[in-house]
């Protein structure tokens, strides 16, 4: 239905979500920050999901950016492989993250959902292999897959 931009300096990522969340996009530190202290909550679950510690380091290390003078470099720039189940999880709503290559849904991992007439959907497109855009879908639209590491690694009580 609708697709908008968001600045494109490195945080685009983190800017489009702070939008959806009703927040400005130069929100982008706090959704970084948000996403820090999701990783340092949960470490233990997010090293099992990761695979290993040295991994967690890296999404601890890719998201602890706070520069506001410049743009984030490429080692600082969102990846969906890596914060897709971090925000889905945060801000306990249903992601939808679109692409020409594959497109997922991802479900909060430890937390019991809203009801479904609170449900928040955020869905973003990944485009040019480097930006992200938010993306209005509209009514009825059909749901990408679920992403398989949901189903593995959630908790009993966000299975609702």
């Not at 925000?87 to 992601?95: D, M, P, Q, R």
């Not at 909060?108 to 485009?127: E, Q």
């Not at 480097?130 to 949901?150: R, S």
């Amino acid at each position: 239905m609708h697709v908008q931009g968001v600045k494109p300096d490195g945080n685009y990522g983190f800017r489009a979500i702070a939008v959806y969340l009703g927040l400005h996009e130069d929100a982008w530190a706090t959704i970084r920050y948000n996403l820090i202290e999701e990783l340092h909550i949960f470490r233990t679950q997010y090293v099992v999901i990761f695979g290993c510690d040295d991994q967690w380091t890296r999404v601890y290390n890719s998201l602890n950016f706070f520069t506001l003078d410049r743009g984030a470099p490429i080692e600082h720039w969102m990846t969906m492989s890596d914060m897709d189940l971090l925000i889905a999880s945060k801000f306990n709503v249903i992601l939808q993250v679109l692409s020409a290559a594959h497109s997922f849904t991802y479900f909060p991992l430890l937390s019991t959902p809203p009801p479904s007439y609170r449900h928040v959907a955020i869905a973003i497109g990944y485009v040019n292999n480097n930006y992200y855009v938010q993306v209005a879908l509209t009514e009825g639209y059909p749901m990408p897959p679920i992403m398989p590491q949901w189903v593995h690694f959630r908790h009993d009580c966000a299975t609702t």
